[in-house]
């Protein structure tokens, strides 16, 4: 990736919405190059998609908790079978696997607490291998989809 892929990723990734024209005045290229490097970089996978960024709250998903969870097994099946229903329960937002404890941090988005009440106790507590989940609601996020520094 050169300078000119990183402008570009750049600026699609702060304003998705971009024309191909507009985005090769910005970059400084014909528009024709700025579409074929366009297609390269959404070819190799540096670009995975396009999406729209949603407020929870409009949607009814304002009530979101920070989910750690320690395993009780750790063996290849159990953490296979856990991370498939993780990503199967839809209220997940992002989940990631971290080294030490917790061994996942998930974040999830219900509509208020008896909601999350629920799908603690039904979904994720009945998932493989898992030994105990630790709930912290979140009050406000500070930092939210940040652009990555790239140019």
Sequence with gaps: MDS???????????????????????????????HRRLRELERSGAIRGYRALIDPAAVGLGFEVLVSVTMDREDAQTIADFERGLAEVSEVRHAERLFGDPDYLVRVATADLVAYQTLRDEKLA?????????????????VDERPFTIA
Excluded at 8 to 30: K, P
Excluded at 126 to 142: A, D, E, N, Y
């Design 4 to 34: 000119i892929d990183r402008k570009i990723v750049s600026s699609l990734e702060r304003e998705g919405r971009l024309t191909v024209t507009a985005l090769a005045d910005r970059v400084r290229l014909s528009v024709p190059a700025c």
């Design 126 to 142: 009945t998932l493989p291998g898992v030994r105990r989940l630790s709930s912290t609601i979140v009050m406000k996020r500070i």
